[in-house]
């Protein structure tokens, strides 16, 4: 019944931006991460960003500097904001949460969001 829905996906020109969001519902006890994981055609599965329920962020190496993830805890929604976006971060985005339910620590997904950036 723990449901994840994402959305801010888009097409957009090399350099521009994007806010993806990822908000957390149901019969939760605790939320202790969140973040992004994206795929591209043909290549491997990568995380791009993450950050736990203290506060603390861990980036793909290829996006520090220009991504920037936060969260709203009371809210259990994490953003990840985009900027200078470049032809290589075309992927779905699939937003990541790892939840506490009954002292079990479980990995759920969201739908992903197609992002693409034109050269």
């Known amino acids: 019944q723990v449901q994840l829905v994402e959305s801010g996906g888009g097409l957009v020109q090399a350099g521009g931006s994007l806010r993806l969001s990822c908000a957390a519902s149901?019969?939760?006890?605790?939320?202790?991460?969140m973040g992004w994981y994206r795929q591209a055609p043909g290549k491997q599965r990568e995380l791009v960003a993450r950050?736990?329920?203290?506060?603390?962020?861990n980036y793909q190496d290829s996006v520090k500097g220009r991504f920037t993830i936060s969260r709203d805890n009371a809210r259990d929604t994490a953003y990840l904001q985009l900027d200078n976006l470049k032809p290589e971060d075309t992927a779905v985005y699939y937003c990541?949460?790892?939840?506490?339910?009954?002292?079990?620590?479980?990995?759920?997904w969201g739908q992903g969001t197609q992002v693409t950036v034109s050269s």
């Open positions: 149901g019969s939760i006890f605790s939320v202790n991460a």
């Open positions: 950050i736990t329920i203290g506060g603390i962020t």
């Open positions: 990541f949460a790892r939840i506490v339910i009954m002292s079990e620590d479980n990995l759920y």
